[in-house]
């Protein structure tokens, strides 16, 4: 090194210049943020926690655990038994209806159709 050179100042921790930023304020800040978030209500009752009431009620929902939303359609010869209706009229309301073993009605329909046959007047022929 010649005299008129001047060494140049290495920057450790104890003599960095104090207008840089430092790293210890940030955290500081952050856990300053989060506090205002979760305030405490002054019923005492944490925002964040707090349960919403719903806008509006759920809809019914059918299927396996909804349940069903509409009348069960059964086997004629079961809606049949049920009601009471004698094997003979049971014949001929699947003659006039071309019902089979297999048709599925609700026990309402069942009841409109069998009380529609037997009010017709009879014919011969």
């Known amino acids: 090194m010649n005299e008129n050179e001047k060494p140049i100042p290495v920057e450790t921790a104890e003599t960095k210049p104090a207008d ?22 002054p019923d005492g009752g944490n925002t964040k926690t707090a349960p919403v009431p719903p806008n509006k ?40 209806y071309g019902w089979t073993d297999r048709t599925r009605l609700t026990q309402a329909d069942f009841l409109r159709l069998r009380e529609a046959w037997l009010k017709r007047p009879v014919k011969e022929g």
């Open 20 to 41: 840089k930023t430092d790293t210890k304020t940030k955290p500081e800040k952050a856990s300053e943020a989060k506090a205002k978030k979760t305030e405490v209500k």
């Open 57 to 96: 009620p759920r809809p019914r929902r059918g299927g396996l655990l909804g349940g069903s939303t509409r009348p069960a359609q059964l086997p004629v010869d079961l809606l049949a038994r049920r009601t009471g209706t004698d094997a003979v009229v049971l014949g001929a309301l699947k003659a006039a």
